[in-house]
């Protein structure tokens, strides 16, 4: 039994520290900027897509997408980056969807949380994919101060924040919410409390798939 679970957050929430600690206490973790970058390679779907859509002038002189280059052209405003993302985001759910099915044809007796990370996972209608959401949640100032702390521009973290969905609504669709205001310490605490949750969500699934396929065939009243 697998129980999926969709972790997001906005940008330079602690999403990586979260992953990293689910990952430690035995959860697989997919991380959709891993797979964006595989299928950004020569050869793959989504190399091939970027260049019919935006043109050779996109690619380094090796063949590999120019990603500067790419941000520079798709994410003028908001019109061009839902450009982007349309012609992306369905190759890495469906990648995402390949790795978590794979795992459970590897390992059809073992019980996993399987933790997808991904930025715009909401944003690209992923909640109904999931069984549970898990956000990070910062100060809108904290995130973009921490972002220029790892070396983005100010302005540059600010507009992808801009392009992120609001946060309240973020926090509404969360069946989890992990703050993230504090230390290092203190959101690995809190990813251990959720992670405690989810393994009573995962029983819960276990039991209710168990119970679902004792239950008795429902007799039709006769007329």
Known sequence: MILRVGLTGGIASG?????????????????????????????????????????REILKEDGEIDRPKLASIAFVDEATAKKLNSLIHPLVIDEEERIITGEAQRFPDRDRIVVVEATLL??????????????????????????????????????????????????????YIIENDGDIRTLEVEAMRVYEKLLADLTAKKKSAAGTSAAPPTKKKKT
């Open 15 to 55: 999403k990586s520290t979260v992953a990293r600690t689910l990952a430690g206490l035995g959860c697989m973790v997919v991380d959709a900027d891993a797979v964006v970058a595989r299928l950004y390679r020569p050869g793959e779907a989504g190399h091939d897509a970027l260049v019919r859509a935006y043109g």
């Open 122 to 175: 909401l944003e690209s209608g992923g909640k109904k994919r999931y069984d549970r959401i898990v956000v990070v949640d910062s100060q809108p100032a904290v995130q973009i101060d921490r972002a220029v702390r790892r070396g983005m521009n100010r302005q540059d973290a600010e507009r992808r924040s801009a392009r992120q969905m609001l946060r309240a609504e973020r926090r509404r669709q969360a069946d």
